[in-house]
């Protein structure tokens, strides 16, 4: 069965500073791996997906995720974080019957 | 604009009542999805239609139904609300199952019940 895990509920980091969040995925076959935002009182917004070509996937906003068969990994990185980054992250991947799998999510808090 | 609508955005319900949540999309997704959204446990999906005519279970259906009424819309209905319902849920749609393609989602409906 496919599932994700992401590493830290919260993660608070300061203005300009790099941004890392973790996501470790289980799946039996080739994995479809996601990244979506939620903004406060919104819906869900892809930021970025791997879909087995380029292992360094580039998405909205400055974030990328590069995708660690070894470490079975996808994390979510932004090399200097704005304010308007500070938002709830969830972490995706396609199961067998082609739905979408979410990990808990981490909120990212941004210090000025 | 281009995208999910759901109705309505806010609602509080007693115990026992039903409801009926509505979810459009004008994209001509084939495939519609129902979550929920609970604190630290990500979306938990409620029902799935991969197809018009087609519905199957996610891992949290006891307790609703749905109906695809056609390509545009798929409903969710609560038929005996209780308190553990209450939560926020998200519609979403998608391209085509089995792709790489990602969700679309709603801004969802807050769901209070007392």
């Known amino acids: 069965a496919q599932s994700v895990t992401q590493l830290g509920s919260h993660v608070s980091v300061s203005e300009g500073a790099l941004v890392l969040l973790r996501c470790n995925y289980s799946?039996?076959?080739?994995?479809?791996l996601f990244w979506y935002v939620q903004y406060p009182n919104q819906g869900l917004q892809l930021l970025l997906k791997?879909?087995?070509?380029?292992?360094l996937v580039k998405g909205i906003n400055g974030f990328e995720a590069e995708f660690k068969k070894s470490e079975t990994s996808f994390h979510l990185t932004k090399p200097s974080a704005h304010m308007s980054d500070a938002a709830e992250y969830f972490c995706?991947?396609?199961?067998?019957?082609?739905?979408?799998?979410f990990g808990s999510g981490t909120r990212l808090l941004v210090r000025p | 604009n281009a995208g999910v609508t759901q109705t309505p955005k806010f609602q509080v319900l007693k115990t026992g009542q039903s409801m009926t949540l509505q979810c459009a999309q004008d994209?001509?997704?084939?495939?519609m999805y129902w979550y929920r959204q609970d604190p630290g446990m990500g979306l938990r999906l409620i029902y799935y239609?991969?197809?018009?005519?087609?519905?199957d279970k996610g891992e949290v259906p006891n307790g609703y139904n749905v109906s695809r009424l056609n390509k545009r819309e798929f409903s969710l209905r609560l038929e005996s609300a209780a308190p553990s319902q209450t939560s926020v849920y998200f519609c979403?749609?998608?391209?085509?199952?089995?792709?790489?393609?990602?969700?679309?989602f709603g801004s969802g409906t807050r769901l209070t019940v007392v």
């Open positions: 979403a749609s998608s391209e085509l199952a089995g792709l790489g393609y990602g969700y679309t």
């Open positions: 791997y879909t087995s070509a380029a292992t």
């Open positions: 994209m001509n997704h084939n495939s």
């Open positions: 239609s991969a197809s018009e005519g087609t519905t």
């Open positions: 995706a991947v396609r199961d067998s019957s082609y739905k979408l799998i």
């Open positions: 799946s039996s076959v080739p994995p479809y």
